[in-house]
């Protein structure tokens, strides 16, 4: 029998975005990679809406979120899973985690950790120094001694470990020295993206990540909460991210690259996911679909650089009008 013959992966690709503000280009992008890749190789592809962080949901962004993807001609195996909907699985993992000793309640505040930092460390994220680790023997035992609601922290254990990943290749991380225990479930109770993607991803049967290579170190924090839940290991592609011309990366707030402003002014949708295709070294013919492409479609010949979104680019796209 053939090595062919013997790999009896089926790709399960899933979308999914956080309904935080309107998708651009740079979704658009991602999306459509993520789609081609299971489709080109009669894979499925699931739907998630990461909605768990409600301090930056925006009114009508699920429904406008999901408008946009079938816009662009995706669609999905299964009914849309919004994340808020089902958490029980989520409660299950961290109490498992808490009752193993392999997560811990944590009562610091964020200006605490900032403040025991080291100058210079990464503002936005400062390494947590484990000040909790080890302090309490529960969450109430937490809470009856510091009078604060407490967070849920995952032991991380110390030293390298590598992330193979299809596009930027072998790349070592080392979680406990960079951001420390992370957190699992915050302190107002949500449930933290790192959690909250494991889970889901091995309750949706996901075994196959693509999205942006933003979330790279993501992938080795997420490593962690496999391995200590005991869950399967997807494979990962991170794509590079679309920047505009000055190299910065696109982002939500910016309306010229929205797909609900171009779809405002009348773009074609095909004209977005032949652009798109051509980034991704495909040659599309005229009027071709998200499906028509799909066949054409390899990883491999995604070039492994950042994309540049040009002002010609943009006027092609309105040309379709
Ligand atoms: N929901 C995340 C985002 O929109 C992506 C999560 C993931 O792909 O793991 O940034």
Same mark, same amino acid.
């Given at each position: 029998?053939?090595?062919?013959?013997?790999? /009896?992966?089926?790709?399960?690709?899933?979308?999914?975005?956080?309904?935080?503000?309107?998708?651009?280009?740079?979704?658009?992008?991602?999306?459509?990679?993520?789609?081609?890749?299971?489709?080109?190789?009669?894979?499925?592809?699931?739907?998630?809406?990461?909605?768990?962080?409600?301090?930056?949901?925006?009114?009508?962004?699920?429904?406008?979120?999901?408008?946009?993807?079938?816009?662009?001609?995706?669609?999905?195996?299964?009914?849309?899973?919004?994340?808020?909907?089902? /958490?029980?699985?989520?409660?299950?993992?961290?109490?498992?985690?808490?009752?193993?000793?392999?997560?811990?309640?944590?009562?610091?505040?964020?200006?605490?950790?900032?403040?025991?930092?080291?100058?210079?460390?990464?503002?936005?994220?400062?390494?947590?120094?484990? /000040? +909790?680790?080890?302090?309490?023997?529960?969450?109430?035992?937490?809470?009856?001694?510091?009078?604060?609601?407490?967070?849920?922290?995952?032991?991380?254990?110390?030293?390298?470990?590598?992330?193979?990943?299809?596009?930027?290749?072998?790349?070592?991380?080392?979680?406990?020295?960079?951001?420390?225990?992370?957190?699992?479930?915050?302190?107002?109770?949500?449930?933290?993206?790192?959690?909250?993607?494991?889970?889901?991803?091995?309750?949706?049967?996901?075994?196959?990540?693509?999205?942006?290579?933003?979330?790279?170190?993501?992938?080795?924090?997420?490593?962690?909460?496999?391995?200590?839940?005991?869950?399967?290991?997807?494979?990962?592609?991170?794509?590079?991210?679309?920047?505009?011309?000055?190299?910065?990366?696109?982002?939500?707030?910016?309306?010229?690259?929205?797909?609900?402003?171009?779809?405002?002014?009348?773009?074609?949708?095909?004209?977005?996911?032949?652009?798109?295709?051509?980034? +991704?070294?495909?040659?599309?013919?005229?009027?071709?679909?998200?499906?028509?492409?799909?066949?054409?479609?390899?990883?491999?010949?995604?070039?492994?650089?950042?994309?540049?979104?040009?002002?010609?680019?943009?006027?092609?796209?309105?040309?379709?009008?």
């Amino acid at each position: 029998m053939s090595a062919a013959q013997l790999d /009896t992966h089926r790709p399960v690709g899933r979308l999914a975005p956080s309904p935080t503000g309107r998708l651009h280009l740079g979704h658009a992008r991602s999306f459509l990679i993520a789609w081609w890749h299971a489709r080109s190789r009669g894979g499925s592809i699931v739907l998630r809406l990461e909605d768990l962080d409600v301090t930056r949901l925006r009114e009508g962004s699920v429904a406008a979120t999901i408008e946009d993807l079938r816009w662009l001609g995706l669609d999905w195996d299964g009914d849309p899973l919004l994340q808020s909907s089902d /958490t029980v699985a989520m409660e299950t993992a961290c109490a498992g985690l808490l009752a193993r000793g392999a997560a811990y309640a944590c009562v610091c505040t964020r200006g605490e950790i900032r403040a025991l930092s080291a100058p210079h460390a990464d503002e936005e994220e400062p390494r947590y120094p484990g /000040t +909790c680790r080890g302090k309490f023997d529960s969450l109430e035992h937490a809470r009856r001694v510091s009078g604060r609601e407490p967070a849920l922290r995952l032991c991380v254990p110390e030293g390298e470990l590598e992330i193979t990943d299809g596009i930027c290749g072998p790349r070592p991380f080392n979680v406990a020295r960079d951001v420390g225990d992370i957190v699992l479930r915050r302190r107002d109770g949500a449930f933290a993206y790192q959690l909250a993607v494991v889970v889901d991803d091995a309750r949706q049967g996901v075994n196959e990540v693509v999205r942006g290579d933003d979330l790279l170190p993501s992938a080795a924090r997420q490593w962690h909460v496999q391995r200590l839940l005991w869950l399967p290991r997807p494979r990962w592609w991170h794509v590079p991210l679309v920047q505009d011309e000055d190299g910065v990366r696109l982002a939500k707030r910016r309306d010229s690259t929205s797909l609900a402003e171009l779809r405002a002014e009348g773009v074609d949708p095909r004209a977005i996911v032949a652009w798109a295709a051509r980034t +991704c070294g495909l040659e599309p013919g005229r009027g071709a679909s998200a499906s028509d492409l799909a066949a054409e479609f390899s990883m491999d010949r995604v070039p492994r650089g950042a994309v540049r979104l040009r002002a010609q680019d943009l006027a092609g796209l309105r040309l379709s009008r």
